[in-house]
């Protein structure tokens, strides 16, 4: 599984795109929810990436209506805020460089 680094993921949240796109909620019943293909797509990962994130527990947290898939906008920045604090502790250990 391929990670992002903290500065990506802090260049990412800083984006026009994403940043205001997640964070900004629309209105209506979803406003404050994104699906899995809009941020999939948001992330620059495949929707198979998210399913195997969530399977492992090492995504953002979803729900699901039916056969749909949701994240709260709130909670994928917060998501994403501490992936850019423990990618900074992680060590690299043996292997190539």
């Avoid at 019943?29 to 399977?55: F, H, K």
């Amino acid at each position: 599984m391929a990670r992002i680094g903290a500065q990506n993921w802090r260049d990412i949240m800083q984006s026009h795109e994403i940043g205001e796109s997640i964070a900004r909620p629309s209105g209506g019943l979803l406003g404050g929810w994104i699906s899995r293909t809009d941020l999939a797509q948001q992330l620059g990962v495949s929707e198979d990436t998210l399913r195997r994130w969530d399977v492992l527990r090492s995504g953002p947290p979803c729900i699901r209506a039916g056969r749909k898939v949701y994240y709260r906008r709130t909670t994928v920045l917060e998501w994403l805020e501490e992936q850019e604090g423990t990618a900074s502790r992680r060590k690299r250990s043996g292997g190539r460089r």
